[in-house]
């Protein structure tokens, strides 16, 4: 494996939140921060090099260049314009699409041959982007799709029932954004299936499922309603995916991921799917069995994924 060392590309909210959460665990052992302003970036690495003495490892962090991509193990691209309030994450794709298509170049003529994560929204898209535009192989190339959602999913099942989330295992499939769906088939509570859960908790019922659902679907329109942007939970969801690479885990993470023939839908895309983690990339897709109605939800997440990057000709 090459070095110890991620290249963030891109220095606004999520970066830096990605890259203080890096430092304040102590994942890797070298942290690269690349941004369109090189002012910026050297800021925010002095930034946090000054609370290094109170941190869990000695870091390596520096403002760089491209070239540093060549002796990466990860490149994270969190560069890109932000969602407005009313903006759905599919809208952002024509302003992000072609900012991806010069970040992925600028990494590739480094000789960057490590695993390239993509943040940047709307993430099912530019991650298939990235990987078209890199030429890696798609176990190589991911995005943090739904993996956030999946953590908002737990809190809010967590908060009914009064029960630590991460002893919650539920996933939300399919695409970033408006058509994601719970894959309540699916989901437990320990090794309890939610409707057993249901069935002998008085906290929650059946009509709770949908406004969870709601609450997680909307999550990101309502804290950009109230603060701009969200960043603090994303750059959460970046390290534990990190640290599933670096560390070899073989853990379990929804993410933005070439479905090629796993489920029935549309193949040539990426899109949200429980995926197996470790030093290569994904070493494979996890499939589930799921109901009647997920598999059509999954179809229709699928071909709208499909028909937005047709009319950007991909």
């Given at each position: 494996m090459q070095k110890n060392r991620v290249v963030v590309v891109g220095t606004g909210f999520v970066g830096m939140s990605y890259a203080y959460a890096l430092v304040n665990q102590g994942t890797v052992e070298e942290l690269v921060l690349i941004d369109i302003n090189r002012d910026k970036a050297e800021g925010e690495a002095m930034d946090l090099n000054h609370g290094l003495a109170f941190g869990?490892?000695?870091?390596?962090?520096?403002?760089?260049?491209?070239?540093?991509?060549?002796d990466a193990a990860l490149v994270v691209i969190t560069?890109?314009?932000n969602q407005k309030e009313g903006e759905s994450r599919i809208e952002l794709l024509s302003r992000n699409a072609t900012i991806i298509k010069s970040v992925v170049k600028n990494i590739m003529l480094?000789?960057?041959?490590?695993?390239?994560?993509?943040?940047?929204?709307?993430?099912?898209?530019?991650?298939?982007?990235?990987?078209?535009?890199?030429?890696l192989e798609s176990s190589r190339v991911i995005g943090s799709g739904t993996a956030l959602d999946t953590a908002r999913l737990r809190y809010e099942i967590s908060s009914y029932i009064n029960i630590d989330p991460r002893n919650v295992h539920a996933y939300i499939l399919g695409e970033h954004g408006d058509s994601?769906?719970?894959?309540?088939s699916n989901s437990n509570v320990g090794a309890k299936p939610m409707k057993d859960v249901i069935n002998t908790m008085t906290e929650i019922n059946f009509e709770d499922l949908d406004n969870i659902y709601q609450k997680v679907r909307n999550a990101a329109y309502e804290i950009i309603k109230?603060?701009?942007?969200?960043?603090?939970?994303v750059g959460?969801?970046?390290?534990?995916?990190?640290?599933?690479?670096?560390?070899?885990?073989?853990?379990?993470?929804?993410?933005?991921?070439?479905?090629?023939?796993?489920?029935?839908?549309?193949?040539?895309?990426?899109?949200?799917?429980?995926?197996?983690?470790?030093?290569?990339?994904?070493?494979?897709v996890v499939w589930l069995e799921l109901n009647d109605e997920e598999k059509e939800k999954l179809k229709i997440s699928a071909k709208i994924l499909r028909d937005n990057l047709d009319n950007i000709n991909y």
């Amino acid at each position: 494996m090459q070095k110890n060392r991620v290249v963030v590309v891109g220095t606004g909210f999520v970066g830096m939140s990605y890259a203080y959460a890096l430092v304040n665990q102590g994942t890797v052992e070298e942290l690269v921060l690349i941004d369109i302003n090189r002012d910026k970036a050297e800021g925010e690495a002095m930034d946090l090099n000054h609370g290094l003495a109170f941190g869990p490892r000695k870091m390596n962090i520096f403002a760089g260049e491209y070239s540093d991509c060549k002796d990466a193990a990860l490149v994270v691209i969190t560069a890109g314009v932000n969602q407005k309030e009313g903006e759905s994450r599919i809208e952002l794709l024509s302003r992000n699409a072609t900012i991806i298509k010069s970040v992925v170049k600028n990494i590739m003529l480094s000789g960057f041959d490590g695993i390239l994560l993509v943040a940047s929204n709307p993430v099912d898209l530019l991650a298939y982007v990235a990987w078209k535009e890199s030429g890696l192989e798609s176990s190589r190339v991911i995005g943090s799709g739904t993996a956030l959602d999946t953590a908002r999913l737990r809190y809010e099942i967590s908060s009914y029932i009064n029960i630590d989330p991460r002893n919650v295992h539920a996933y939300i499939l399919g695409e970033h954004g408006d058509s994601e769906f719970v894959c309540w088939s699916n989901s437990n509570v320990g090794a309890k299936p939610m409707k057993d859960v249901i069935n002998t908790m008085t906290e929650i019922n059946f009509e709770d499922l949908d406004n969870i659902y709601q609450k997680v679907r909307n999550a990101a329109y309502e804290i950009i309603k109230r603060k701009g942007s969200t960043y603090y939970g994303v750059g959460m969801a970046l390290v534990r995916i990190t640290a599933a690479i670096f560390n070899n885990e073989n853990r379990i993470i929804p993410i933005s991921v070439l479905n090629n023939n796993i489920y029935d839908c549309e193949n040539d895309v990426y899109i949200g799917l429980p995926a197996v983690i470790n030093r290569e990339g994904v070493h494979h897709v996890v499939w589930l069995e799921l109901n009647d109605e997920e598999k059509e939800k999954l179809k229709i997440s699928a071909k709208i994924l499909r028909d937005n990057l047709d009319n950007i000709n991909y």
